[in-house]
């Protein structure tokens, strides 16, 4: 136990490296602590679990840096705080997904920027430090795009376990007004027989009707869809901020060169050698 208090107060000590970025991770924390003891007073347990996860969850930087001997810019460390106050506290916890249209369709769109940073990040430092590796700027790009949409999809897969086996409602439903549907067409010929303007649906359970006004319940296709396009985006948008800097590495750099430079992660400064495995310096890739 006493390891374990020590090695996060070596965590905490990272992060209070940068001022800035150190105040804001004290507020946040801060908040996720009340926020804590108000879902404890009111027997919301689950998200006072939420919350104790979001405390843990904020130290994973520092633990990557330390375990992994590698720099996260200050900027970046920021942006992933907010990103996990904004999706377990203001999400989960005070129902911002429910509440606030188009919270859930922001967070998966800057997941998908910060997924392609860390997948950029992660292959351009071995394109750096190796002489065994010479990688083009479009290649960083695509590994960073295809990093990014995996993990997107490998998200989507995890919202649909917590659906099917724990009765959650991750995948969140709307209700449409209309849709097609091979199975109603009484030929088989697979002809999409359309259903439209749709102002009720009633389902018939064992308890009773159910019913819906307005249209019909999609269970999760619509947005699964959606989280899906918004990722895609936000790995578009990285992926060519990256490109267009590794392109201009060494020359003079335009604005989005310095905002991609700002969310690259590099080798921790006495770490700066070739990476393990590998011997030599490669000559950045123009």
């Not at 377990?88 to 769109?109: A, C, K, Q, R, S």
């Not at 990722?231 to 310095?258: C, E, L, P, W």
């Amino acid at each position: 136990m006493g390891k374990l208090i020590k090695y996060i107060d070596h965590l905490k000590a990272g992060i209070k490296r940068n001022k800035k970025t150190f105040i804001l991770y004290s507020i946040l924390r801060l908040l996720v602590i009340l926020t804590m003891i108000r879902q404890i007073l009111t027997g919301n347990y689950e998200g006072a679990a939420v919350c104790i996860l979001s405390l843990v969850l904020f130290l994973l930087p520092s633990f990557a840096q330390n375990r992994f001997k590698i720099e996260i810019p200050p900027i970046f460390q920021a942006i992933i705080y907010l990103f996990i106050f904004a999706a377990e506290i203001l999400g989960e916890v005070d129902n911002f997904y429910v509440n606030i249209p188009g919270w859930d369709t922001m967070l998966h769109t800057m997941n998908g920027f910060l997924c392609a940073a860390i997948g950029f990040s992660t292959v351009d430092l071995m394109n750096r430090h190796s002489k065994n590796i010479s990688l083009s700027p479009f290649y960083l790009a695509m590994v960073a795009f295809c990093f990014s949409m995996t993990i997107g999809v490998c998200w989507e897969f995890i919202e649909c376990a917590a659906d099917i086996l724990f009765g959650q409602d991750m995948q969140k439903d709307f209700v449409v007004t209309g849709f097609q549907s091979v199975t109603l067409d009484p030929t088989n010929s697979q002809i999409p027989i359309a259903v439209k303007d749709i102002q009720r649906t009633i389902i018939e359970t064992a308890r009773g009707d159910v019913v819906i006004d307005g249209g019909y319940l999609d269970i999760g296709i619509l947005d699964t869809m959606k989280d899906l396009f918004v990722n895609f985006i936000g790995a578009v948008v990285f992926s060519m901020f990256g490109y267009f800097y590794v392109k201009h590495r060494g020359r003079a750099q335009t604005r989005t060169d310095h905002i991609a430079e700002g969310l690259m992660v590099r080798l921790a400064k006495e770490q700066e050698e070739p990476v393990e495995g590998y011997e030599g310096t490669l000559p950045d890739c123009k």
